[in-house]
């Protein structure tokens, strides 16, 4: 029963504490350099990539609504003219045409009454009834301004239906202008942008459809993206920086609004983008390993050079204790507490052996 107690105390003796006192000592402010260092990294790096993300983002959004902008325009501008306010397909028809030729992306120019029923056309096609399009309907509630993403039935690609007010000199609502166009151009700096090797950008529309993408499968479905991380946690206006899991890995994303109220998506694999603190962190790591051994190696050297003198002391006690004597101790040639002590020690044992002789000769 008394062996075990004194396993334990040789365990966690002087050396030991030593020994686990250095390495603390050492260690822990190298640890502490480096994870202050690491942060710094991690913030700078985070600040990089959030740059290049927000940059790249900024120039497709400016592309977006510069060009939605001039067909916005060209929509309200024609809408003021007599012959459109008039509402008379002979003198709608030449404009309509106009502008299909002057804007080859467009495929449809055409224009509605208050009713939702087709009066004009560029293509020369029959009539037909719009009033339960959501371009139309958005403009007839009073919006300056209304938008709709879907495949083209004469295209069967993307396309966007922009529509304005055609109102009287006295502001009397009396139909909507509208064109179809082609939305490749506009996307094509979209889905051919690349960031580093797995960046890449999309846009969605304000329900989630997606409106450009740089697989084709998503693009000309507009394929609902409505459940996907970055439209569920999107900004209501401006930008904002946001990680999540896409098919199994890590992402970093900058979502943007558009002026339209779509979102611009910008991405890359959080892997590439933070690679640099990965390969920091694997040179940190084995940094910190050597210099864990090192200091080590050395901690164990110097414990125990300090714990042998007095494991050895306390061994010469032991025997003085018993009666054996000594002549000279080794370790008063040492010039700190140890020597003062062994010094102390060997006074004590010649003491103890002049008593001893004392007392033999009185017996």
């Known amino acids: ?22 390495l603390l000592v050492s260690l822990v402010p190298l640890v502490a350099i480096w994870y202050i260092d690491h942060q710094s990294s991690l913030n700078q790096l985070t600040n990089n990539v959030n740059q290049l993300l927000d940059n790249t983002s900024d120039k497709l959004v400016s592309h977006v609504n510069t060009w939605v902008t001039m067909n916005v325009k060209v929509l309200n501008q024609n809408a003021q003219l007599d012959s459109m306010r008039s509402m008379d397909a002979t003198k709608q028809n030449p404009i309509l045409r106009s502008i ?75 139909g909507v202008i509208a064109i179809a166009m082609s939305i ?10 690349k960031i580093g090797k797995t960046g890449f950008a999309f846009m969605l529309d304000e329900n989630g459809k997606v ?43 900058y979502i943007e609004t558009t002026e339209q109220g779509w979102l611009m998506v910008t991405q890359q694999d959080f892997d590439e983008a933070f690679a640099r603190i990965v390969e920091a962190n ?17 901690a164990y050297i110097f414990a125990q050079r300090l714990t042998q003198p007095i494991r050895t002391l306390t061994h010469l006690a ?33 003491s103890i052996q002049m008593a001893i002789k ?6």
């Open 1 to 22: 029963m008394t062996a075990q107690p004194e396993s334990i105390q040789y365990q966690f003796g002087i050396f030991q504490k030593m020994l686990l006192t250095m």
């Open 100 to 174: 299909l030729n002057e804007y080859e992306w467009s495929y449809l120019v055409f224009t509605m009454n208050s009713s939702g029923i087709n009066v004009g056309r560029s293509d020369g096609k029959p009539v037909k009834n719009y009033s339960d399009r959501s371009y139309f309907k958005r403009v007839m509630a009073g919006d300056t301004l209304g938008k709709q993403v879907l495949i083209g039935r004469t295209t069967n690609e993307p396309a966007l239906i922009l529509s304005a007010p055609i109102r009287k000199r006295n502001r009397a609502l009396v």
């Open 184 to 193: 490749k151009e506009m996307s094509e700096q979209i889905t051919n942008l």
């Open 211 to 253: 409106v450009a993408h740089q697989k084709p499968e998503f693009a000309n479905t507009s394929a609902d993206f409505s459940k996907s991380p970055a439209f569920i946690n999107r900004p209501q206006n401006g930008e904002k920086l946001i990680t999540y899991m896409d098919n199994g890995k890590k992402v970093v994303a």
């Open 282 to 298: 694997t040179r940190s790591a084995i940094i910190l390993g050597l210099t864990f051994l090192l200091v080590s190696i050395i």
């Open 318 to 350: 032991e025997e003085m204790s018993r009666g054996k004597s000594f002549e000279k101790i080794e370790e008063t040639k040492r010039n700190d507490e140890l020597g003062a002590l062994a010094l102390a020690i060997e006074r004590m044992g010649v």
């Open 358 to 363: 004392r007392l033999k000769r009185k017996t």
